[in-house]
């Protein structure tokens, strides 16, 4: 493929928006190293920082291979022979020469995208041989990386720490994605994924365009091309011409006028216009929205997402007690006088693992996560609580406990948080007495078993996507079965509209509160309040406003009396597009 023919790959559109820049393709396991540009009279240069790189890993790797025959024979050692040939392999070499001039990049760049091209070819071999042999490379490929030192002023940190990039990756997992520094990284595509993968979820809210599902992206992809990737379409498009790229520019600019226009509606209340008010929160996940969501004009936080600030990759460990408290008050302050709910700790599934397991879980959507795993760790829960509480002493503030699936797990929770209480208020620490506490309902078992607990708790939170997902048996990061996984299936809304039933206030914060043509569903059934990620609350806020309460609940009614999913959101969609067909 010539370098500056025009290549499309599509994949699935998991998050809207339009990123243009240049692309950072990342091999599998193995971080990219810093780009910058060189001129052609600097590749000499180059290749003598290379040289010294090769030879200083070889030297390493013979080091490695004698301590090893010292200490477990021969054999063993032998397999460092595979490492030291591939290092000096005429292919890799020839491809490299070829490539840098052609590419005018630093080096270890160059070679990063060489070996990482290399690396996907062999996983695609049908050889079993061949494929393990893809660690060895990787395990020489850092080395090597790790010996090339630039020279005395090669690489420009100006250039490296603000150019943006639009990241191409095999995958992505959620401590990845929330690691992604926001000032430089316009978005993402990838290999693998799904739309309801919580990798997903975190670019929606991140207000990041994403793209998964995307066959062969990281071989066919090369970094430091220009590119343009389409959240809306699902598209990758590889060094676009100058007739896409004006075109993309203008359906940017629409875009975002429109978008502006939306935000200018921020104060507005969001009443249905029969006077149903439906409260609109933010779901959270970091310290840095914290500004947005009083610019996006929504009342508080309906969802704050705990475990970044718990389980980040900082290096740093979890936070004390103080310390939480301190993250929590400044939000609690923030959003005064509205309300903020705080999920407590939900790791594991496909979120963020919460420490190492000895034993690897087959089910681990069904294994140690949410509740479960708090409920394990009582001093390590109670700390979280003991910070929420105090940190409801400076503002407005709710607590929720996540994948609760009986009564047994919120009587526990409920008694270890009065022993919090009870803490607090023998050191004197001042908290709200009054703080609302709820579940989310996200197993089937917790949904049939709403009436019950709602004698237990203030509110209830929807997590749509769980729900979905254990309603009907379908793994929501799996592409196999990634298309049968519908919200709107009747098992599922029927749960929903059981949980509404139970009288108390009850809000979805799930993804299917960010899909304007199912508000009417929503609001129809009951709901009190839909929490979205920032970004998406000026086009929800206009949705409601234009429903009229008792026509969403008279289709809602008919909807619970359908047989199958497309009907459900048929009678939905077409509410919607009645009502606000400006926003489709």
């Not at 020279?151 to 690691?179: K, N, R």
């Not at 629409?254 to 249905?272: F, N």
């Amino acid at each position: 493929m010539s370098q500056d023919k025009e290549q499309r790959l599509t994949g699935l559109p998991v998050s809207p928006g339009i990123a243009m820049g240049t692309l950072r393709v990342e091999a599998r396991d193995c971080a990219a190293p810093p780009m910058w540009s060189i001129e052609a009279k600097d590749i000499p240069t180059e290749w003598e920082r290379f040289e010294a790189a090769l030879t200083r890993t070889e030297e390493e790797i013979e080091e490695l291979k004698q301590r090893v025959e010292r200490i477990s024979g021969a054999t063993e050692a032998a397999i460092f022979d595979a490492h030291l040939l591939f290092l000096r392999d005429s292919t890799i070499l020839s491809k490299l020469n070829k490539e840098l001039p052609t590419r005018l990049r630093n080096i270890e760049s160059v070679y990063y995208a060489v070996v990482q091209n290399f690396m996907e070819v062999m996983r695609a071999v049908d050889d079993p041989y061949l494929r393990s042999r893809v660690l060895d490379i990787r395990d020489v490929l850092q080395r090597v990386l790790r010996n090339l030192k630039p020279t005395s002023g090669a690489a420009p940190q100006s250039q490296e720490s603000t150019d943006s990039f639009i990241l191409a990756s095999y995958e992505l997992t959620p401590g990845d994605t929330a690691d992604l520094d926001q000032n430089k990284a316009l978005g993402f595509v990838t290999e693998t994924g799904s739309t309801m993968s919580h990798t997903a979820i975190l670019a929606r809210s991140l207000g990041l365009p994403a793209v998964v599902a995307v066959p062969r992206l990281v071989m066919d992809s090369r970094s430091g091309s220009p590119a343009i990737l389409d959240g809306y379409a699902g598209v990758l498009i590889i060094n676009p011409s100058a007739e896409t790229r004006e075109k993309y520019n203008t359906l940017r600019a629409e875009r975002e006028k429109a978008y502006r226009e939306l935000v200018k509606m921020r104060d507005l209340p969001t009443d249905t216009l029969d006077g149903r008010h439906i409260r609109l929160a933010a779901n959270v996940e970091f310290a840095h929205e914290f500004k947005s969501i009083r610019e996006s004009g929504a009342e508080g936080v309906g969802l704050y997402r705990t475990e970044f600030l718990l389980l980040g990759s900082d290096g740093q460990g979890m936070p004390d007690e103080d310390a939480q408290y301190e993250h929590y008050r400044r939000l609690v302050e923030a959003c005064a006088p509205h309300e903020v709910i705080f999920r407590t700790l939900d790791a594991g599934g496909d979120k963020l693992p919460f420490e190492p397991l000895t034993e690897k879980e087959d089910n681990p959507a069904l294994g140690w996560r949410g509740i479960r795993v708090s409920l394990s760790r009582p001093e390590i829960f109670k700390q979280q609580m003991r910070a929420v509480l105090r940190a409801s002493a400076h503002g407005h503030a709710g607590i929720m406990f996540p994948m609760v699936s009986g009564i047994t797990e919120v009587r526990t929770a409920l008694n270890l948080l009065e022993e919090c209480r009870e803490e607090l208020r023998k050191q004197g620490i001042a908290f709200d007495k009054k703080m609302r506490v709820g579940v989310m309902i996200e197993v089937p078992g917790a949904a049939i078993m709403a009436d019950v607990l709602a004698h237990y708790v203030d509110f209830f939170s929807i997590g749509t996507n769980d729900l979905t997902q254990y309603t009907i048996a379908v793994d929501r990061v799996n592409y196999r079965v990634a298309s049968i996984f519908r919200v709107t299936h009747p098992g599922v809304v029927r749960l929903m509209a059981l949980t509404m039933k139970a009288g108390i206030p009850t809000a979805i914060c799930g993804e299917m509160g960010g899909d304007i043509s199912l508000t009417p569903l929503l609001v129809g059934l009951g709901a009190t309040e839909i929490s979205v990620g920032a970004h998406l609350l000026p086009v929800v806020r206009v949705a409601i406003r234009h429903l009229n309460y008792e026509e969403c609940r008279v289709m809602a009614q008919q909807a619970l009396q359908a047989e199958d999913s497309a009907t459900i959101r048929n009678l939905s969609h077409s509410l919607a597009l009645k009502s606000y067909p400006q926003l489709f």
